[in-house]
């Protein structure tokens, strides 16, 4: 028995590491599921339990508080700097003691940081770092992870540094059944850790990302490459990027590489961690009362701040949907003194109790308004936030429809701004230099109400809107009129159909050929394609039913040629190949290049995909290239593009 139990364990073990480290599974759940309910059983039957047993991994009895455990060596935390100005310091201090240094750039995982501790290859417990010296001992929490080896081939004393994180799909997925829905992945993660009750810690499912080795009683690691492959070496689950970099350029290239790369991993990252990789160095260089001297956080704009909701406005869009936005306590976030944060609708400021003088925890991202995650906490003053029974804009009474609110008013000032905006902004009709500031002008001055009315504009009137003279007034006209001939799918977005945005566009233009088409299409049609849903299927077929829009479509038409569609060629150079464009090219725009490709045959790709067949490779390509040398995708420089054309 005490045999079929080593191989039960060293089997589990092993198809755990494939699943839960290298994230390529042997075998499919179903077999791991027999050989450890076969394991469970023994184990009942006989009382044999090793120390390495996956049957250990399981959430125990909660317990009453966390005990202090001191570290064998001290974990420091980094020091940190936000510019390339302070980053350049930090190498001009590594230089004076390493006149020509090396550096590794890694992920800064934003989670909790952990501390697990082996003798003789087995696990012996798990610390959190609390203040460095000592930390609260959560091997119950840990045991119940299973990204971590509970067994190592290294033999002496060994101490190992990582962090604790839960992947935003992961959290997502948890939240949808959550009763009380987690803020974020950095605090869900040390939510889940320093909870009590290990069952609560597997509930749900943090894993350990490591990173570094904090002390080893024999033998050393003379860099921090080393330090990265003897974790992998040791079963330890490590993130798949290192750069090495040998000049500050490199080091500056493999941060902004991080940068982009980041909004698109399933982990919480705010930034790079640069490290000297020559290890023997480091004591030279020596620490601070808090950081290594040897090592820098650069940290990237934040991203998230709490702040208090001072009072709540509603706004009004092109559909007549009122939009919560709420003004804010001035805060400081990625740089930029926010004052203004949004949420979606009335059912979101219930589901995330928001409420009017209470602490709210606000994210920007990708640099547009700020949103609302949630309460922080409520005060004294603390007042629900009302819901409107009368359009803030023009009176009318508003209509609930599940979640939001409506104005029914298609003349309400608001939605015919944002209409006309729509209508001519640049992916509809790209009328250039027309602003939302214009269109209110032209409401207000000239009782411009439909973009319809744009087309019959004469010099005089826009003349005699303020701040328009004859050049700026010239060029508006002149914009107008360049925008009568347009592609039927840049029509079909610039009627603001809810629900319809480009991709859908470009399949309606496509699917039907022509404006008379598509305003007799069916429901059943609709949804065929692809990019179209049930709901906006609908939404298409009941627009070209109302009577405002067919008159506004037919005065429209007076005005506007749509381009007949050209269907794609089935033949031609790249006939069959899915093609993305990356980096500069010195001989043509990006919209003429990929002009040629349609015209011959090939379809562009935005970006690469297990469907790309081709890539054609400019100046300063940059991850997309990476990604398709990784995939073994065909890649073309300019030249070479030129010579396909010519042939």
């Given amino acids: 028995m005490k045999d079929r139990v080593r191989e039960l364990i060293d089997t589990l073990n092993k198809w755990a590491y494939e699943y839960y480290v290298l994230d390529n599974p042997s075998v499919p759940d179903r077999e791991y599921d027999r050989l450890y309910d076969e394991l469970r059983e023994i184990e009942e039957s006989t009382g044999i339990r090793e120390f390495d047993s996956p049957t250990r991994r399981v959430g125990g009895e909660p317990i009453k508080g966390f ?19 302070m980053l350049n310091a930090f190498f001009t201090r590594i230089k004076k003691v390493v006149p020509e240094p090396e550096f590794t750039v890694e992920y800064k995982f934003d989670g909790l940081t952990m501390c697990l501790t082996y003798n003789e290859g087995k696990f012996v417990r798990a610390t959190t770092r609390g203040n ?7 091997t119950a929490q840990c045991l119940t992870i299973k990204s971590f080896p509970l067994a190592i081939k290294y033999k002496g004393l060994l101490e190992v540094q990582g962090e604790a994180v839960i992947r935003l799909s992961v959290l997502k997925n948890y939240n949808k059944t959550a009763k009380e829905p987690l803020k974020n992945a950095r605090n869900a993660a040390a939510g889940a850790i320093r909870n009590l009750d290990p069952a609560q810690t597997a509930e749900r499912k943090p894993e350990i990302l490591f990173y570094n080795v904090n002390y080893m009683s024999e033998g050393e690691l003379a860099t921090q490459a080393e330090h990265f492959e003897f974790l992998k070496d040791n079963g330890f689950k490590v993130y798949p990027f290192l750069r090495i970099c040998k000049t500050e350029e490199e080091v500056f ?7 982009v790369e980041r909004k698109k991993i399933d982990v919480l990252t705010d930034g790079a961690v640069i490290k000297l990789n020559d290890c023997t160095h480091r004591e030279d260089i020596g620490y601070t009362d808090k950081f290594p001297r040897f090592a820098m956080a650069f940290k990237f704009e934040a991203e998230e701040a709490e702040t208090v909701v001072k009072a709540v406005r509603w706004q009004v869009g092109r559909t007549g949907k009122l939009t919560p936005l709420a003004e804010v306590e001035p805060v400081d976030l990625g740089g930029v003194t926010v004052r203004k944060a949004t949420l979606n609708n009335l059912g979101d400021i219930a589901r995330k109790d928001v409420r009017i003088n209470s602490r709210v925890l606000i994210r920007r991202s990708n640099e547009v308004i700020p949103e609302i995650l949630g309460c922080v906490e409520h005060t004294g003053e603390s007042v629900e936030v009302k819901k409107p029974e009368i359009c803030p804009f023009c009176s009318s009474a508003v209509v609930e429809i599940g979640a939001n609110l ?26 250039e230099g027309f602003s939302e500031a214009t269109a209110q002008l032209l409401l207000d001055k000239l009782g411009v109400d439909k973009p319809s009315r744009l087309y019959t504009l004469t010099a005089e009137e826009v003349g005699s809107l303020e701040g328009f003279k004859q050049k700026k007034t010239e060029n508006l006209l002149k914009a107008i009129e360049g925008s009568k001939t347009i592609p039927l799918d840049r029509f079909i977005f610039a009627l603001g159909i809810d629900g319809v945005g480009k991709v859908a566009s470009k ?14 299409a069916t429901v059943e049609q609709l949804v065929e394609l692809d990019d179209v849903g049930e709901i906006t299927a609908q939404a298409i077929v009941g627009w070209f039913a109302d009577e405002e829009n067919k008159n506004e479509l037919e005065e429209l038409k007076k005005h506007i040629t749509c381009e007949q569609v050209k269907k794609r060629v089935a033949s031609g150079i790249f006939a069959g190949e899915s093609v993305v464009l990356t980096g500069t090219l010195q001989g043509f725009k990006r ?6 490709i349609e015209d011959n045959g090939g379809e562009c790709q935005s970006s690469v995909t297990a469907k790309t067949t081709l890539v054609i490779a400019g100046e300063a390509a940059g991850s997309k290239l990476d990604k398709a040398k990784k995939l073994g995708i065909k890649i073309i420089d300019e030249a070479q593009f030129i010579e396909m054309i010519k042939g």
Wanted: charge should be negative.
């Fill in 67 to 85: 005990e202090k455990h001191a570290h064998v060596h001290r974990l420091y935390s980094l020091d940190k700097s936000v510019t390339y100005d």
């Fill in 253 to 259: 290239s493999a941060i902004e590489e991080i940068e």
């Fill in 132 to 138: 460095g010296v000592e930390g609260e001992d959560v």
């Fill in 406 to 431: 409506f104005c029914p008013n298609r003349n309400c000032a608001p939605r015919v701004v944002a209409t006309l905006a729509h209508f001519a902004s640049k992916g509809a009709m790209d009328i």
């Fill in 507 to 520: 399949a309606l233009a496509n699917a039907f050929e022509s404006m008379e088409n598509l305003r007799g």
């Fill in 591 to 596: 919209s003429q290049a990929q002009k040629i």
